[in-house]
């Protein structure tokens, strides 16, 4: 079994940029996809961003132009670069290991998850 663990949320104010990180330990990342979505209170879980193990990668149209998925296997780690953060962004943000290598953006296609990384934004 995998577990991920996520890092580098924190209180920002509008405009700031936000490197999170997801550091798989366990097991390897292997070559299955990786994906990110977040959860706002009172909102369902949202799909973010998702990358294949050779680095193709699928946004959602919130996320595009803002967000950037990245990972380095070596290391087991994948990444989400946000930047221009809005107050709307505030939410808990986590990682998932895909089910397999095909780029998916529903969270049933996602069988780990990390706890979560807490950004907020303010105004």
């Known amino acids: 079994q995998v577990q991920l663990v996520e890092s580098g949320g924190g209180l920002v104010q509008a405009g700031a940029s936000l490197r999170l990180s997801c550091v798989a330990s366990g097991r390897s990342f292997g070559t299955y996809a990786m994906g990110w979505f977040r959860q706002a209170p009172g909102k369902e879980r949202e799909f973010l961003a998702a990358v294949s193990w050779s680095g193709a990668t699928v946004y959602a149209e919130s996320a595009k132009g803002r967000f950037t998925i990245s990972r380095n296997n070596p290391i087991n780690t994948v990444y989400l670069q946000t930047n221009s953060l809005k107050p709307e962004d505030t939410a808990v943000y986590y990682c998932?290991?895909?089910?397999?290598?095909?780029?998916?953006?529903?969270?049933?296609?996602?069988?780990?998850w990390g706890q979560g990384t807490q950004v907020t934004v303010s105004s």
């Open positions: 998932a290991r895909g089910r397999s290598m095909t780029l998916a953006s529903e969270a049933n296609d996602y069988v780990n």
